[in-house]
């Protein structure tokens, strides 16, 4: 039995020295984009959605939950690793770093293999209860990249930063196993998206 997965990456954000990272709101453009995605959404016949508890994530799918029969429910394991205390000048040292060891970690932050552990161990758990469904994951674009690159080694860091605001990406599970479809695009995503290094921080 295959179940079908679609890992939506949050609309653009507005990351804000003032607020902690689970409150980063969206930013305008990323509002509208939330707007905009709704129709490409409704093109995959979701059957439930879940969704980081990061404000950001939640605000993504609003506008489709609204329009749609649908349940959504929270899970805590789905949120984005917290690799540094704040926004920090030096985040780019500590990115790479994370990447280049898997097991390093600021005090009081999280290594790339604690993230993925718990992201993955989510994922095969909402696989586990909804056999054969097609399932939205509303997450952010660091962890479903570690997830990625437990599919292919060849996806790293370089890679992750070029998902987009938002994103979709096709992952199917099926015995005992999951694949990553890289082909799979949503017609129309790429006029609605912008790149990372478009989100602005106030």
Known sequence: MQTTLYFVRHAQSNPRHSLDNSEYPLSDVG???????????????LTRMYCSPFLRCRQTIRPFVAQADIKVSTHDALREMKSAPGLIADFQTVWQKSWDDSGFALPGCESSREA???????????????????????????VIGLFLNQLQSSFGGDETKALRNPDIIKVTHAAGQFYWDQ???????????????HVDVS
């Open 116 to 142: 993925v552990t718990r992201f993955t161990g989510a994922v095969a758990a909402i696989v586990a209860e909804h056999p054969g469904e097609t399932i939205g994951i509303s997450s952010h674009g660091h």
């Open 31 to 45: 509002e509208k984009q939330a707007n905009e995605i709704v129709p490409l959404l409704q093109t995959l016949k």
């Open 183 to 197: 082909g799979f695009d949503v017609p129309g995503l790429s006029g609605i998206a912008t790149g990372y290094t």
